[in-house]
């Protein structure tokens, strides 16, 4: 979502329209890799993406509404496992990958839960 995409997006959400944001921030989510990742491929490579992605990452979490920001790792085409790890403590954890059927799963089962509410976990296999 750009810059100008989330400004009219957020202008119409509102706690009484809304009554969750789940928000899948895969691309240029710095914390994930390694030194060489985040410092110099996200910077260098996807600039303008990794400060919209930071931008809309900030708003979202200074804002009224109940959200959750899933931080899926490498997203591949497997089916869905169903066996996936949610982290919030991302020390000493390697990145891996997770089918996209399970973020899928994570997601609308999200829909119906507080667990993840206001926080920004990792899944991941």
């Given at each position: 979502m750009t810059n100008s995409d989330q400004e009219i997006f957020f202008d119409q959400l509102t706690p009484d329209n809304a009554t969750m944001l789940l928000i899948d921030h895969q691309v240029g989510t710095k914390g994930h890799g390694r030194f060489v990742y985040d410092k110099l491929i996200l910077p260098l490579l996807?600039?303008?993406?990794?400060?919209?992605?930071?931008?809309?990452?900030?708003?979202?979490?200074?804002?009224?509404?109940?959200?959750?920001i899933v931080r899926p790792t490498e997203l591949t085409n497997e089916p869905e496992s169903g066996d996936y790890r949610v982290l919030s403590d991302l020390k000493g954890q390697k990145a891996q990958t997770i089918a996209r059927a399970?973020?899928?799963?994570?997601?609308?089962?999200q829909l119906?839960?507080?667990?993840?509410l206001h926080q920004t976990p990792l899944i991941t296999h």
């Open positions: 996807l600039g303008r993406i990794y400060v919209d992605k930071n931008r809309q990452k900030r708003e979202v979490m200074q804002s009224d509404l109940d959200w959750t399970d973020v899928a799963d994570f997601l609308v089962k119906d839960s507080d667990r993840y």
